[in-house]
């Protein structure tokens, strides 16, 4: 069974600029969250989508978005790019009910220059 | 506002030594806590969840914890450490306050084990 894939696993972009990351989350599962790694403010929360809603959200900017499709496949969108979105952003997938095991993908590591 | 605090932001063993890593969990409603392992460009691997069963928790690679409510603490144990539990370990809570996916976490706890 595949694990929940995320791409592009590495991505430099410059300030100003806009970015796209996308996650597929483990066949089966419908709730997809997305969280943001620094070394500074360590794993923080950005938002959860279940059945293609938004269902949970963290406390950053509105620069940060995301969206997910029918067939559960999540992206995330930053816009505007600033140096401190430097970070390795995680996905995670879940079933959501029932179980709250959140299962991870490896991540991509987004460098803003 | 739940959340949980990591004491100590990096553990030196010797191999073979008991590994003992700590969390103290805040929350107001019964918590689900997490503890999770993350090596160096990786993501996040699950070693074992606390919900609200048995408070003694195996996980994988010989890891578990123990959910002391008096205490509000769930430590993350090892008898004998390998060289290839160095990594980073960090402790999640989420619970119905925050929202069962939303997970809090600690500010991590790298593990370095020794020859």
């Known amino acids: 069974k595949a694990g929940v894939t995320q791409t592009p696993r590495y991505l430099i972009k410059t300030r100003g600029q806009q970015v796209t990351l996308s996650c597929s989350p483990i066949?089966?599962?419908?709730?997809v969250s997305w969280y943001q790694q620094t070394p500074g403010q360590g794993l923080q929360f950005l938002f959860e989508?279940?059945?293609?809603?938004?269902?949970n959200k963290g406390n950053f900017p509105g620069r940060f978005s995301g969206r997910q499709f029918s067939n559960s496949r999540s992206e995330m969108n930053v816009s505007t790019l600033e140096l401190g979105d430097s970070a390795l952003y995680l996905c995670?997938?879940?079933?959501?009910?029932?179980?709250?095991?959140?299962?991870f993908g490896q991540g991509t590591r987004l460098t803003v220059v | 506002a739940q959340s949980v605090t990591q004491l100590g932001s990096h553990v030196s063993v010797s191999e073979g030594a008991l590994v003992l890593l700590r969390c103290n969990y805040s929350?107001?409603?019964?918590?689900?806590l997490f503890w999770y392992v993350q090596y160096p460009n990786q993501g996040l691997q699950l070693l074992l969840k606390?919900?609200?069963?048995?408070?003694l928790v195996k996980g994988i690679n010989g890891f578990e914890a123990e959910f002391k409510k008096s205490e509000t603490s769930f430590h993350l144990t090892k008898p004998s450490a390998h060289m290839s539990d160095a990594a980073e370990y960090f402790c999640a809570v989420s619970g119905v306050n925050t929202g069962f996916q939303k997970l809090v976490f600690g500010t991590g706890t790298r593990l370095l084990v020794s020859p």
């Open positions: 606390y919900t609200s069963a048995a408070t």
């Open positions: 066949s089966g599962h419908r709730s």
């Open positions: 929350s107001s409603v019964p918590p689900y």
């Open positions: 989508y279940f059945s293609e809603t938004q269902r």
């Open positions: 995670a997938s879940s079933f959501r009910t029932g179980s709250t095991e959140a299962f």
